[in-house]
Every structure is written in C-alpha cells, then in structure tokens.
C-alpha cells in the first residue's frame, strides 16, 4: 500500500459523516461532476460543494479524491443507512 494512503488518519466516530455528505462522495466516487450530483441530488452546486467540504473536513483529508479513497478504504461507501 501506498505510504501517503497509510498514514491517512482513522475516521473520527466523534465526527461521522452525514448520510448527504456519503452520499455526495459515492457519486464522486461513480464519477460523477460537481453539476451532475446537484441535478441527480436536486441541490445547487454550490450545496453540494458545501457537502463536499465538510466530508473532507470530518474526514480530515485536503482533496474529494482523498476522501473519497478513505471512505472506500474504511469501507464506508455504499453502505444503506436504514
């Protein structure tokens, strides 16, 4: 494994993501743009840039490719909240 992907910090449990911010991520995740997501997700741009920021932040992570490779690292993507 990469080192820069190994020193990637645990998620917080004090600082989960919401099920929006997971949401956000899957659809970067599937490859989606920015404009994609807020047409899909009916939101403006820039909600779901907002989303996106503050899945970065929980995550403690400086890029949305970074976030979106430790949730799916963590095995966090995907998963249906009930």
């Known amino acids: 494994m990469h080192l820069k992907v190994q020193r990637l910090p645990q998620l917080n449990p004090n600082t989960p993501l919401t099920l929006r911010q997971r949401e956000v991520l899957q ?7 920015m404009l994609d997501i807020a047409t899909i997700m009916d939101l403006t741009p820039a ?3 907002k989303h996106l920021k503050m899945a970065r932040d ?3 992570v400086e890029t ?3 976030a979106v ?3 799916s690292m963590l095995n966090q993507m995907f ?3 009930l």
Request: net charge neutral.
């Open 58 to 60: 929980a995550l403690n």
């Open 79 to 81: 998963i249906m909240d």
């Open 64 to 66: 949305t490719a970074q």
């Open 47 to 49: 909600t779901v840039a």
């Open 27 to 33: 659809w970067v995740g599937d490859g989606k743009t």
């Open 69 to 71: 490779l430790k949730l």
